[in-house]
């Protein structure tokens, strides 16, 4: 059964004193599942490549928005639209590309950007940048990631957690040293060969590490005197 949806609710209109009840009604309406007790905005498991009205969040700061399993094969600014959150979940996705500057106008606000599953082969300073600065969470677990490159001098001062397990990472990511407020650092199921001496120099806070399932991996303990 095919559904029309472009035309539902054209001739509302919403002003920036738009309340969170408000904007949970239309967008619920329109594409996802929005409880209005809450700030959260799930526009997960649609098939349906729906869109918002430019006003349909607007003023709203969301807990959480979900774009999880939407079929999206690249993500750019264009699909945010007006959205701002603190946590943005676009895991099991078929995302292969992501734009320049996709992140930027959340940058001052985003906490957690959740990439799980998806078919990333190449991470860019352009998207991945400095203006995310307040982002204490990423993971980019179970991607198509060869290596880390181009990333020098992207600060990321509040970094704390970091996936990059199920890749096809061989060599460990130098630029990991720049992100000093590491505590969680996921590297297993890659295709790591070693690790270099000074790898994790600098990286005083970081408490969990995983090195698991790299089949190809010689530790050496080193006794320094």
């Known amino acids: 059964m095919l559904f029309i949806l472009s035309n539902i609710m054209t001739d509302v209109r919403f002003n920036s004193t738009l309340s969170i009840e408000q904007s949970c009604i239309y967008c619920q309406i ?14 997960s498991s649609y098939l349906l490549d729906l869109t918002f009205e430019e006003n349909c969040t607007e003023m709203i700061i ?16 264009t699909k945010l639209l007006s959205l701002r959150m603190k946590r ?6 078929l995302i292969t590309y992501i734009h320049d500057n996709t992140f930027d106008s ?10 799980e599953i ?28 060869v290596s880390f490159s181009n990333l020098d001098n992207i600060q990321l001062p509040n970094l704390e957690e970091l996936n990059l397990s199920r890749n096809l ?6 630029q990991i040293h720049q992100w000093t407020s590491l505590i969680t650092l996921d590297l297993s199921f890659n295709k ?30 080193m006794i320094i005197k």
């Open 30 to 43: 329109t594409a996802c599942y929005c409880p209005s007790t809450q700030l959260i905005l799930n526009c």
């Open 62 to 77: 969301w807990e959480i928005v979900d774009f999880s399993s939407r079929n999206f094969e690249f993500f750019d600014s």
């Open 88 to 93: 943005l979940l676009l895991k099991s996705n």
């Open 106 to 115: 959340v940058g001052d606000i985003l906490i957690e950007l959740d990439l």
């Open 118 to 145: 998806n078919q990333i082969s190449n991470i860019s300073s352009k998207w991945l940048n400095s203006k995310l600065i307040y982002l204490k969470k990423l993971n980019l677990a179970s991607n198509q990631l």
């Open 169 to 174: 990472i061989e060599h460990f990511p130098n």
């Open 192 to 221: 790591l060969s070693n690790i270099p001496r000074f790898a994790l120099m600098g990286l005083n806070n970081l408490t969990w590490l995983s090195l698991a399932s790299n089949r190809h991996l010689n530790c050496k303990l």
